[in-house]
């Protein structure tokens, strides 16, 4: 292998643009799902800076095309020349473009201008059927695709640009792809879009060594939705931004066509239009509203609450029936717990992005060895138990702290969370029913059950519940998918640990 060879497989230094500045030359969908409108969220979701020439007007939705108007070409050569005597162009994406005379003018300035990567998405008919291209201008898009780096027709559109009969499976689709990037020297993508099964699978096809192989297919199912208008815009404006950074076709499609799978399946939370709706090109920077995840936690932790309020330890302390070896063990579980707790509250200290937080976690922490010597004192001192840590009390712990060895603040807080918020809604079950059975002294834990309506504890627990909020929403999408495990977790040591006195006592 030469040393030229090598960097080009692995590079060292990416020399694409990290923001690529992307001009889409094609036509309004005022509804959004396609054409600029689709193009200009396509390329901003990929992290380009997203410019557009308008083609033609189009009046559409989600159900069709009602009406097409094609401005005088003259407009649109002084937009495209506004743009390019001021803006240095990295990658163009051309889609709709109405009729021959709009053609010849973006190959006219694609001629004078010579962007370094040209997608040409040759658009001739809508997801709705509706016709986008003037049958008499077909023989003047075929000859503007040898100026396309990329081609990206669908399957009628490769078939009409063929002149053959549409593929009707996925061999002949490939077949008709290496004529066609035979015919005019080009890479052409064959998509799977219009083809029935399960999978959906496209590939790249050229067949003058312009790629690593000639056929370079990547794989995807399926997805049942019909929601599927502005698919093949978004896709060839996402890629002709990816390109502009990878500089390799092969990488783009693979990097871009997991995004348009998310796009696809994300696309019902949108419920824009009653036909094909569009695909939801931001799914990935869903903003969460303030206490929607806290919501979801609560929705993870209501099952648990309800199994903590059927253990025989919760009923008994009740009642007062618990036996006191079962009440000792507990106590003394929960000190060695505290120990180890306060740790991890230490540790959320430091990582806290705010000093309002910091402070609030030291003193957390301080705050429960200052309830562990408490405990000590007070409680266990007079009475029997054991001061070996039990296997529940060990494992949360270690739990806790394999929650915070990863160093995400909003995962600690995640499962640090069920402590307060579970220990705050039993304890205030357990006071209000002692407080409604009139507060007898005589009960054997009277003044337990009274350190239970703590009103600092419940202030205390509103603001880690609210930090945690604020910490999902400025996490990314998998730390909020672990912060939702470490969640879960904890929650079900909450319950483990109120019946580990029934199990080891
Ligand atoms: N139901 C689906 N599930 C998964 N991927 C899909 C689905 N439909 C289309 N795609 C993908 O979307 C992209 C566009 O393909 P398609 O063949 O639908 O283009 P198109 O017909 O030009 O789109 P448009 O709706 O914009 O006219 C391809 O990557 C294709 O694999
Ligand atoms: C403006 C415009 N461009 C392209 C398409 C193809 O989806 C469409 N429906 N509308």
Known sequence: MTSSSYSSVYPLVVSGRETPRVLSIAGSDPSGGAGIQADLKSIAAQGGYGMAAVTALTAQNTLGVSAVHVPPVEFLRQQLEAISTDIAIDAVKIGMLGDAAVIDEVRGWLEAVRPAVVVLDPVMVAT?????LRGSA????RALLPLADLITPNLPELAMLLGEPEAADWESALNQG??????????????GGHLAGTECPDALVNTSGLLRQDVIEVAGPRIETKNSHGTG??????LATVQARTG????SLREVKPWLLQALLHSDSLDVGKGNGPVHHFHHHQVLRPGEFAAALWKEAAPELAAIHKLSFIDGLQSGDLPEAAF???LAQDAIYLNGYSRVLARAGALAPTEEEQLFWAKASQQCLEVESELHRNWLSTREASPVTGPVTKSYVDHLLASSAAGSYAVVLAAILPCYWLYAEVGQQLHASFVDAGAPAAHPYANWLRTYADEEFAAATRNAINFTDAAAAAASEGERASMLEAFAQSCRYETAFFDAPRLFA
């Open 328 to 330: 000792n063990y507990y």
């Open 128 to 132: 709705s059927g509706d016709r986008l």
């Open 248 to 251: 390799d076709w092969e990488a």
């Open 178 to 191: 290496k004529r066609l990037a035979a015919e005019c020297g080009t890479t052409v993508l064959v998509k």
């Open 138 to 141: 077909e023989q003047a898009l």
């Open 233 to 238: 815009c978004s896709l060839s404006s996402a």
